[in-house]
Nanobody, 124 residues
Framework: VQLQASGGGLVQAGGSLRLSCAAS????????VGWFRQAPGKEREFVAA????????AAADSVKGRFTISKDSAKNTVYLQLNSVKPEDTAVYYC??????????????????WGQGTQVTVSS
């Protein structure tokens, strides 16, 4: 699966942004689609994930209540809605696909295909 992440940009603290992850070559059917982020000098960290078939979701505690992951089957796209953003949300955001069980969704090693990343910058 080839992944294309988009939607990043510059946003003020407290604002909103929607990221998109589109797949080419095949559908997301049978996959878990995850969002991760990586700030300069830091390790890549889990943000949220969704199982395409069934729609089960999971999110990191740091973004619960602010970020929402969803899917559009007709567009074969997964979205990450970022609300009430904070300067510490600044990072490159990556989408990825894998086939792991829920308990493994937060681990980068559970994902085999990664998109190129989209930059999100939150100004204070």
């Amino acid at each position: 699966v080839q992944l294309q992440a988009s939607g990043g940009g510059l946003v003020q603290a407290g604002g909103s942004l929607r990221l998109s992850c589109a797949a080419s070559g095949r559908t997301f059917s049978g996959y878990v689609v995850g969002w991760f982020r990586q700030a300069p000098g830091k390790e890549r960290e889990f943000v949220a994930a969704i199982r395409w078939s069934g729609g089960n979701t999971a999110a990191a505690d740091s973004v619960k209540g602010r970020f929402t992951i969803s899917k559009d089957s007709a567009k074969n796209t997964v979205y990450l809605q970022l609300n009430s953003v904070k300067p510490e949300d600044t990072a490159v955001y990556y989408c990825a696909t894998g086939r792991g069980i829920l308990s493994t969704w937060s681990q980068t090693r559970s994902y085999s295909s990664w998109g190129q990343g989209t930059q999100v910058t939150v100004s204070s």
